[in-house]
């Protein structure tokens, strides 16, 4: 064989081995990110906010009756405040937040 043939046969095997890692790599991402849908699907509360954290990403956390739920891929805009009301009901994606005071009801949606 002459270091030509040798060069794209190498050339091709690489190929095939990127192409079969980025799409490992897709269908992983995928899956990660329908569970992580589906987990918070599965989540209900109600109760007045008790502590508003926000990450890096400024995406809350919100403790509620003491437990902590974290509110990822949602524009909370850095609306809920301490003494809001939050509801977020099972197999429903939308947060309502009613504001005390004004009663406003504001809700978020992906």
Known sequence: MNEV???KKLYVAFSIFVTILFSLTIVYWLK???KAD???LNVEFS???DRVDYDIK???TVT???EGYYIAGYNT???IK???SIIKKRGSDVYKLVKSGSKEVVEFRK
């Open 58 to 60: 400024q995406s809350p």
């Open 5 to 7: 043939s040798k060069r």
């Open 38 to 40: 589906n987990a918070n």
């Open 64 to 66: 509620v009756n003491n």
């Open 47 to 49: 109760g007045l906010v």
């Open 77 to 79: 805009n850095h609306q």
């Open 32 to 34: 990660a990110s329908l």
């Open 82 to 84: 301490i003494g809001d």
